[in-house]
């Protein structure tokens, strides 16, 4: 497998524009600005990453450059459907200075919460890493590289990773975006591409 990652060092714009397709619009849209993406509204915005395949276990991160708020939230996605608005979301806002991490499942636009609402799940800084795994059925979101919750669901078996963001156009916003699980690079367009030292070169 091969780690991908973008840091948005592009112009500002429209993120699905400006990264010349490397980015695809799921739910509205996410905006570039100053090497970071924000909501272009107020309402759920997800993107998706297309210019990779994956494996169908897999992650995706997010570094928090503004943070959420009780109003406020978004998070990385896993396992984005081809065509409709599909995926499985690690959703994160901050109450009284501390996470609350919930994992929804959407399902043609339409948003279900699987399992409870892990509160106070850890203090919301600037730079913090927030992930998504999914291995097999298993969520398991996590802050800094520690699991905060689990949660399964065998709805969506397939599918590529992508962020969301929701209630405004300046709070949360994300910068370096990375997936672990791509299987090979495809398009010109991709932003960095590092391969894992133990696979062999022949898989390329």
Do not use: E
Not at 2 to 28: E, H, I, K
């Amino acid at each position: 497998m091969a780690t991908v990652t973008d840091s948005f060092t592009y112009s500002n714009g429209s993120l699905a524009t400006v990264s010349g397709g490397v980015w695809a619009n799921v739910l509205t849209s996410m905006d570039v600005t100053s090497n970071a993406v924000f909501n272009h509204g107020t309402s759920d915005a997800v993107c998706k990453w297309t210019s990779n395949t994956f494996t169908n276990d897999q992650d995706s991160q997010v570094v928090a450059v503004a943070l959420p708020t009780a109003s406020t939230d978004g998070g990385p996605v896993v396992r984005c459907q081809s065509g409709a608005a599909s995926f499985y979301l690690a959703d994160f806002s901050i109450v009284g200075g501390s996470y609350n991490i919930a994992i929804f499942k959407c399902t043609a636009g339409s948003f279900l919460q699987i399992g409870s609402t892990q509160t106070g799940a850890a203090t919301g800084a600037i730079n913090d890493v927030l992930k998504l795994v999914i291995t097999g059925t298993t969520l398991t979101p996590s802050v800094n590289g520690v699991n905060k919750t689990t949660q399964t669901d065998g709805t969506f078996s397939t599918g590529v990773p992508g962020m969301h963001l929701s209630g405004s156009t300046t709070t949360p916003s994300w910068d370096n975006w990375q997936s672990t699980a791509a299987i090979v690079a495809s398009g010109p367009a991709a932003r960095s591409l590092i391969i894992n030292q133990a696979v062999s070169a022949a898989v390329f």
